[in-house]
């Protein structure tokens, strides 16, 4: 009998995956491949790990058009020199890329480059897709710094990974339609509190994986994901959860 996981695996789309090195852990692309083959879900997001200020496009770009088409879904990871190297970030086309990735807690510059951003923001609006911020962990990340970009580009989808901090989330949500987050490193409590606002179909399923490996070096990465999966259907029901986890990246990620 297939349990309940195998039974929607195949319709679960991850928005929020890494491959790369995070801290002591290289996670091998091939070994992530390997690890999606045995979950069985539809579609996976995916970005290299953003903590190094290099950026490496030509690498990642041969690794990330590698991974199998049908399941992988590249990510620009995108840093300030690659958008001094060229605004139009039309060297990067060759990725194919559907979401574009700032990370303002791993490159700081960020935070002082507000106009920069918006060079990503009008790249984004231009090929219609969304941008990913991730939030949280200092003041120049933290949800609230790009409610500003949210109101001032109404037709791009944004998507607040993580929802850090949780009340910032809350005000940015409620005050731009087009704010999104994922449920990636979120605490249960604080998905309660979006469900509670009447918020619940802007959340976007998102896990981080692997890295909650080097964070928790005891768990088996395919029993936390099973196990994630199956938390949030039992606590919030199947039919939000799939909102999550196919509807809204088939929306806005897929365009479909
Ligand atoms: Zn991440």
């Known amino acids: 009998m297939k349990t309940k996981f195998e039974e929607i695996a195949s319709q679960i789309c991850d928005c929020h995956v890494h491959y790369g090195q995070f801290r002591e852990d290289y996670y091998d692309p091939e070994q992530v491949v390997k690890w999606f083959d045995e979950l069985g879900i539809d579609k996976v997001g995916i970005m290299p790990v953003g903590t190094s200020l290099v950026s490496d496009f030509y690498r990642d770009q041969k690794i990330m058009t590698s991974l199998p088409i049908e399941r992988f879904v590249p990510y620009l990871w995108v840093s300030p020199e690659m958008v001094d190297a060229a605004p139009t970030l039309a060297l990067y086309n060759t990725l194919n890329y559907k979401v574009i990735k700032i990370h303002a807690y791993a490159i700081k510059e960020w935070d002082k480059m507000p106009d920069k951003i918006r060079t990503v923001i009008e790249v984004a609006y231009n090929k219609g897709v969304p941008v990913m911020f991730h939030t949280g962990g200092w003041r120049g990340s ?3 710094q790009f409610y500003k970009f949210c109101r001032e580009y109404p037709e791009v989808t944004f998507i607040l990974a993580h929802g850090k901090p949780i009340s910032q989330t809350l005000t940015v949500l409620k005050g731009a339609k087009n704010a999104y987050t994922d449920s990636s490193f979120m605490a249960i ?3 309660k509190l979006i469900c509670d606002a009447g918020l619940s179909d802007r959340i976007l399923f998102g896990t981080d994986f692997p890295i909650m490996k080097t964070f ?13 999966v199956m938390e949030l259907i039992q606590t919030f029901g199947e039919k939000d959860f799939m909102v999550w986890a ?6 806005l990620i897929l365009k479909r």
């Open 142 to 144: 933290n949800a609230i």
């Open 189 to 191: 409590e604080s998905m």
């Open 246 to 251: 196919h509807e809204n990246f088939y929306k």
């Open 216 to 228: 928790w070096p005891e768990i088996s990465l395919i029993d936390w994901y099973k196990n994630n």
